[in-house]
């Protein structure tokens, strides 16, 4: 069974940044396909970044392209997201998911595809 915790959400003011960790155990971290996901106040869960296992292929939606950066650490089992320019819209609770199959290249764009989450971490951005 694989455990997702995330960490180093907040209160931001808009043009800042902040930076995402999703710390992984239990399972082959560095087999996994990850994903960051973020659901708002009333919105459905939406597809934020991914990366396949070796780091080398990278998925951005189009609304946080050029913004934010997703990468991974295998050996410290940790993925980050680090996040400039925030605006109001970027508002929402970031939930990290693992594939938890190994070696999938992906990529995977649907929540549905993902087999593990974390519990999430607030990010604030006040308008």
């Known amino acids: 069974q694989v455990q997702l915790v995330e960490s180093g959400g907040g209160l931001v003011q808009a043009g800042g940044s902040l930076r995402l960790s999703c710390a992984a155990s239990?399972?082959?971290?560095?087999?996994?396909?990850m994903g960051w996901f973020r659901q708002a106040p009333g919105k459905e869960r939406e597809f934020v970044a991914a990366i396949n296992w070796s780091g080398v292929r990278i998925y951005y939606a189009d609304s946080v392209k050029g913004r934010f950066t997703i990468s991974r650490d295998n050996a410290k089992n940790t993925m980050y997201l680090e996040m400039i320019s925030l605006n109001p819209e970027d508002t929402a609770v970031y939930c990290c998911?693992?594939?938890?199959?190994?070696?999938?290249?992906?990529?995977?764009?649907?929540?549905?595809?993902?087999?593990?989450w974390g519990q999430g971490t607030q990010v604030t951005v006040p308008s």
């Open positions: 239990g399972g082959t971290f560095n087999r996994y396909f």
């Open positions: 998911a693992a594939d938890g199959r190994e070696y999938y290249s992906g990529p995977y764009y649907s929540p549905r595809d993902y087999a593990y």
